[in-house]
């Protein structure tokens, strides 16, 4: 499916819904962008401003696959001083997440919907499983090579998988143990 209705600027980060609808962050053009099953664009959320505060530049994207909550995590630059909101599709209000982790901006999101959790991987490569609904705090479950960090969520499974520093691992999303399962040239 190729579609130029809306351009992408800088697409960062993209998710998906099981009944393929795409979501794209843009960097530059400081907009989320809606994808459905045919192709059509249109523009999710562009940049906000209100009484809950300024969102600048979504990049790190996380969802529900499922897509029963509607709820869309994006990792911003400042938002009420905190990097991360939840979008809600259905109403577009935006909420910001605190997770209690240094106020840093994750540059990748994944989230699992059976625990609830939402991990992140910070700019200094630490992987992080937040578990959002119990607000315990959160834990660290590795460190990670700094270049190229992606992760993705597999709920069949129950494994994290991580793409760093040209490698694929899995992740046990508990213990943080994975494996590396491959290099590219």
């Not at 490569?125 to 578990?131: A, D, F, M």
């Not at 959002?132 to 969520?153: A, C, D, F």
């Not at 760093?164 to 494996?179: M, Q």
């Amino acid at each position: 499916i190729v579609s130029t209705e809306i351009p992408f600027s800088i697409p960062y980060s993209i998710q998906s819904t099981n009944d393929g609808v795409l979501y794209v962050s843009d960097l530059d053009g400081n907009k989320i962008v809606k994808v459905d099953a045919q192709g059509n664009k249109s523009v999710v959320k562009d940049i906000l401003e209100s009484s809950k505060g300024v969102w600048r530049v979504p990049a790190a994207l996380a969802l529900d696959p499922s897509d029963t909550k509607k709820e869309l995590y994006i990792a911003t630059d400042a938002f009420q001083n905190t990097p991360l909101v939840k979008l809600d599709l259905d109403t577009f209000d935006l909420t910001p997440v605190y997770l209690n982790w240094l106020n840093l901006k994750p540059i990748a999101l994944a989230y699992d919907a059976q625990s609830k959790s939402l991990f992140s991987v910070t700019p200094s490569g630490i992987l992080v499983k937040h578990e959002l609904v119990s607000g315990k705090m959160p834990v660290v479950l590795r460190e990670l090579p700094e270049n190229g960090v992606h992760l993705s969520y597999d709920s069949t499974r129950s494994v994290l998988y991580v793409i760093a520093d040209r490698g694929l691992y899995v992740v046990d999303p508990v213990s943080g143990n994975s494996v590396g399962m491959g290099v590219s040239p």
